[in-house]
């Protein structure tokens, strides 16, 4: 690629794989009869819901201060701005290479989030999503106190490392004798999206990869459609926390729109019913935001009849209100 | 053996496995690395709360339903009775053989259980759970309508069925370099337990299988523990609504007194906070009576350091309420 940013190659998913291996997950690829049913084709499931610490971010914060680590590097501190699952995949990152974490979080995050992240010896900085600039409280905090910052989606290598569910797609799905035609991805910054996308372009260069997103934050769905980044209007609600970043980030938007096909918007109703879908009949937890790809598909967003469709549910940390609200168990709040 | 009854044999377990090849689910061999710092030890998840219908029952329906079309009988209607998931797996098994089935389900069954076996195609008589002798009910329809009997354990079929979670618990720990010590397995009447004890009989010998009951419900462990089929006390409650059979029985006992080793009870509160384990860091729906091995291993009933122990999580049919009462720490209704 000729881009004048640096941007990582299916090599470096490969590289990633082989860092990753013995700590990340390798989550299995499921189906489920009573959902091939009902779109009248064949759904491949792949739960990240099941990675260390819930969500996929564990792979890319994992293989970034992996490879700092191999590189010679000890930083003293890792940074990390984060919502709250890229904030837990970096502790868990940090603490399994011996490294403490500083993490900069919304003070709005859900609160299994901000537990989970200190349980996993993190210290947390909060800031006020609405008037503060995370960013420039993260700059202000490397200066202050040193370390090295991992972003949550704009680094090569942390993309890279999210690309590993990619390659783990088209390895298991060739073990399962399928082909995939498509691969929904949940999509915030675009980094799970770009990395899958570079993966099988490698590993399975028929499959399209699409990102899905939340109505009012699917900036990467119309940067796409149009060929020039857009970001997000202001105003827009949604209660997938994990999915709103603003605008697609620069290295992930130079991948993904080489490499991925159209976008999908779901509505947060949409998302609602494919979080029941997933308690009542796949029996998995998945969070609003892990749940966009799956809400695509039952929302008939794009058509499988006939056709091999694998469905990245991305993360799984959801407070038990929330969830139980979606499932049906209390009333909507 | 030297029975005079007609137990099923290894051999039987691996033709269920070829029977069920293509129908049943290989649920997955699932491990998580916040569950083992906890209990000090590797502890390895068999969810079949992923199986087809969402619990095991599919598999021991499937065998027996599919070893009948083999034999050339094409039973008229499927009869069962099942406080849920046994009617499911029946349900599914009758359908995906162009059968009918028929299921006597008692009137508090759990309302997902009630809903999901009528639209598996199933034609439901209810009883009284208080009054009703189900078995009756039972023989009276068989009289009236003709068709076969599927039991919910006490038949070799249906135990040599269940019986396949115990070979791919012996592959698949094989395929990640894991020797299992002893495998924790749900205990209603016992055809869980019997299966994957006969099962690992052959393939893992070293493994040790304890069935898991609720308190009140403990029969199958006080019969291993005496030697002699013993009942249940009447009035005890639990709501673990799918372990509550009155004994043990006469074909499970006869395996299980040979194969099994000592039972485990744990109370509703220990399996309350299973579930809410279950949901919050393995990210799994698991029902009441699906979570009570899980609870065993989390109360410490069994010593689990520098120890691999395999947990089966056996169903997942939970209603709403339910669940989200034991994940929001609330204690049951």
Known sequence: MTAMIDLPTIEDVAAAAGRLAGSAVRTPLLEN???????????????ET?????????????????KLMQAG????????????????GVAAAARLAGL????????????????????????????DRRIDDREAITAGLLKERGGTLVRPYDDPDVIAGQGTVG?????????????????LVPCGGGGLTAGIALALSGASPRTRVHPVEPEGF???RRSLATGKALGNEPGATSFCDALLAPRPGAL????????????????DAETTAAMAFAFRT??????????VALAAVLAGKIDCRNRTICVVLSGANADPAIFCRAVGGLPPA
Chains 1, 2 share one sequence.
């Open 33 to 47: 009869a009573d959902l091939n049913a009902r779109v009248g084709g064949r759904v491949l499931i792949k739960p």
């Open 50 to 66: 099941l990675q260390r610490t819930g969500s996929f971010k564990f792979r890319g914060a994992g293989n970034k201060i992996a």
């Open 73 to 88: 590097q000890r930083p003293q501190t890792i940074l990390a701005y984060s919502s709250g699952n890229h904030a837990q």
């Open 100 to 127: 403490s974490a500083l993490i900069v979080m919304p003070d709005d995050a859900p609160a299994i989030k901000i537990e989970n992240t200190r349980a996993l010896g993190a210290e947390i900085v909060f800031y």
């Open 167 to 183: 390659l783990e797609i088209a390895e298991q799905a060739l073990e399962r004798g399928a082909l995939v035609d498509h691969v």
């Open 218 to 220: 699917d900036d990467t």
């Open 252 to 267: 992930t938007f130079a991948l993904n729109s080489r490499l991925a096909g159209e976008g999908f918007a779901v509505t």
């Open 282 to 291: 796949l029996k998995l937890v998945v969070e609003p935001g892990g749940a």
